[in-house]
C-alpha cells in the first residue's frame, strides 16, 4: 500500500465538477467521502486516487486531452514545501536531481529519470499502470512536470522536445502543448520524455536561494521519512533497488532511505525478511522475465549484477530449485 497527501485527489475532483460531474460520481468506488476532500492532512491510497481518476476517464472520449487538462492543474504550489525547494535550488540540473530524489513527495504515478540516450541527456518516463488509466496518468505526470518546468526554468530559447511513443490522436491537437509551453511534440517516438535539455541544465536559476534551498530540503528529507514510515521497509527497498539499479549494495539502499544498514537490517528482520531475500526476489523475478527473451545468460547476468554467469546460475538455483536453462526449458512448455 503506496499512501500520499490528499491534494492530488482534490485537484482531480475540483476538475471534474468544473466539467458537471457530481462529487458522489467521483468519489464512487473510492472509499473517499466529501469531508475528507476538506481536510488537507488527510491520506490516501494510491489505489484510491487511481479510482477518483477511473471515474473521470469515463467522461472522456480523449485520453490525451484528459491527461493534458489534468496535468496543466499541478502548479509549483501543489507540492507545498518541494516546489520552494526546487526554486531556491541553484542550477536546473539540482532542482531536476532534487525532485528525483524526492519523487515520492510528488503525485506521479510514472517512475522519472535522467539519463543518457544515443549520446543526449533526457528525461523519461515510464508508467506501469495499466491500459487507459496507465496513458492518463502518464500524459498527466508530464505535462505535470512541465508546468513545474515552466514555473522553475528559463527556458526562452531552448529548443526541448516533449515526445510519446503513442500515436497522435486524431482528435488532439498538439499546438495547444507548444503555445502553453513552447516545446515541440513529436508522436510516435522511441520513449516518453524531454529531449533538448543539455543546454539549459546547469545555467543559474533567477531565484537560486542556498540558505533556502539547504532549509526547504531538510524539510523534504524529513517528510520523505514521515512517508516512508507508512510502507513497509520490504517495499520500499525493493523499490530503491529498482531505482538505484541491481548493482546497488545495501549501504547504497540504507544511505538513499536515510538509515543506517544496522537499522535497515532490523527493520527488514522485523518483517521476518533480510535484505539477501529481497534483493534476490527482485533480481529473480526480473531474471524469470529475461530468460523468456533470447538474451545470453552472461548477458543477463551482467544485467542483474552478477560478476559471471555461472555466478547467476548458481544463484538462480538456489533460489528457484532450477538452473536457468532448466527454466527456460519449461517456460516453452
Given amino acids: 500500500m503506496t499512501v500520499r497527501d490528499i491534494t492530488s485527489v482534490q485537484i482531480l475532483v475540483a476538475y471534474g465538477i468544473e466539467q458537471g460531474i457530481s462529487q458522489e460520481d467521483l468519489l464512487q468506488g473510492s472509499d473517499l467521502v466529501s469531508t475528507q476532500l476538506n481536510d488537507h492532512h488527510q491520506q490516501v491510497e494510491t489505489s484510491q486516487e487511481l479510482t477518483v481518476l477511473n471515474n473521470l476517464l469515463k467522461y472522456h472520449s480523449c485520453v490525451f486531452e484528459l491527461g493534458v487538462e489534468l496535468g496543466c492543474r499541478y502548479q509549483l504550489t501543489s ?23 524526492y519523487i515520492d513527495l510528488t503525485y506521479a504515478f510514472s517512475t522519472i529519470a535522467l539519463t543518457e540516450i544515443k549520446g543526449e541527456l533526457v528525461l523519461t518516463f515510464n508508467c506501469h499502470v495499466p491500459g487507459k488509466l496507465g496513458e492518463i496518468a502518464l500524459i498527466r505526470d508530464m505535462i505535470g512536470a512541465a508546468m513545474i518546468q515552466q514555473a522553475v526554468f528559463d527556458q526562452s530559447g531552448s529548443l526541448i522536445t516533449l515526445q510519446f511513443t503513442a500515436p497522435q490522436p486524431a482528435d488532439f491537437c498538439a499546438d495547444s502543448i507548444k503555445q502553453r509551453f513552447g516545446f515541440e511534440v513529436k508522436f510516435n517516438a522511441d520513449f516518453n520524455g524531454f529531449v533538448g535539455l543539455a543546454h539549459w541544465l546547469d545555467t543559474p536559476l533567477v ?3 542556498e540558505a533556502t534551498a539547504k532549509i526547504c530540503e531538510a524539510q523534504c528529507n524529513e517528510l520523505l521519512q514521515q512517508k516512508q514510515d507508512w510502507k513497509p521497509t520490504e517495499k520500499l527497498v525493493k523499490e530503491t533497488l529498482i531505482h538505484l539499479g541491481l548493482k546497488a549494495s545495501m ?3 540504507a544511505d538513499y532511505l536515510s538509515r543506517t544498514t544496522r537499522t535497515l537490517h532490523r527493520q527488514l528482520k522485523s518483517e521476518q525478511t533480510s535484505w539477501r531475500q529481497v534483493r534476490d526476489n527482485v533480481r529473480f523475478g526480473i531474471a524469470e522475465e529475461l530468460l523468456l527473451k533470447p538474451i545470453p545468460l552472461e548477458e543477463i547476468a551482467l544485467q542483474l549484477g552478477f560478476s559471471d554467469g555461472a555466478n547467476f546460475s548458481h544463484s538462480f538455483k538456489r533460489c528457484k530449485n532450477m538452473t536457468p536453462n532448466q527454466y527456460r526449458q519449461q517456460a516453452k512448455k
Fill in 207 to 209: 531565484k537560486a536561494n
Fill in 79 to 101: 507540492y507545498g514545501i518541494m516546489g520552494y525547494a526546487l526554486l531556491a535550488s541553484s542550477t536546473a540540473r539540482k532542482a531536476i536531481e532534487l525532485a528525483l530524489r
Fill in 251 to 253: 549501504a547504497d539502499i
